[in-house]
């Protein structure tokens, strides 16, 4: 099994940055794609952003030009960064791994808990 822990969640004003992080752990064979989604109070879950291996980046228009994904491959890390923070942008974020555990061929799609990202003055 594919585990992801994810921090960096918490409370920042408007305007101010926060970095979250999701490391992948357990029995990975190899992992073709990393992501962010949120989930904002009366919203549906949305994609914030992705990554591959081969770092190419998918991002929503909502946060072009102000989050920032990235990943360490040999720590199955991924990375986002998030600056110029909108009330908006307050929602649990989930990270999201589509991951080879056993080797066999078989991807399969793993999420974390989520963690809470609140923007408020």
């Known amino acids: 099994q594919v585990r992801l822990v994810e921090s960096g969640g918490g409370l920042v004003q408007p305007g101010g940055s926060l970095r979250l992080s999701c490391a992948a752990s357990?029995?990975?064979?190899?992992?073709?794609?990393m992501g962010w989604y949120r989930q904002a109070p009366g919203k549906q879950r949305e994609l914030v952003a992705t990554?591959?291996?081969?770092?190419?980046?998918n991002y929503a228009d909502s946060v072009k030009g102000r989050f920032t994904i990235s990943r360490d491959n040999s720590r199955n890390t991924v990375y986002l960064q998030m600056n110029s923070l909108k009330p908006e942008d307050t929602a649990v974020y989930y990270c999201?791994?589509?991951?080879?555990?056993?080797?066999?061929?078989?991807?399969?799609?793993?999420w974390g808990q989520g963690t809470q990202v609140t923007v408020s003055s």
């Open positions: 357990g029995s990975i064979f190899s992992i073709s794609a």
């Open positions: 990554i591959t291996n081969r770092g190419s980046t």
């Open positions: 999201n791994a589509d991951a080879d555990s056993r080797g066999w061929g078989r991807v399969r799609d793993y």
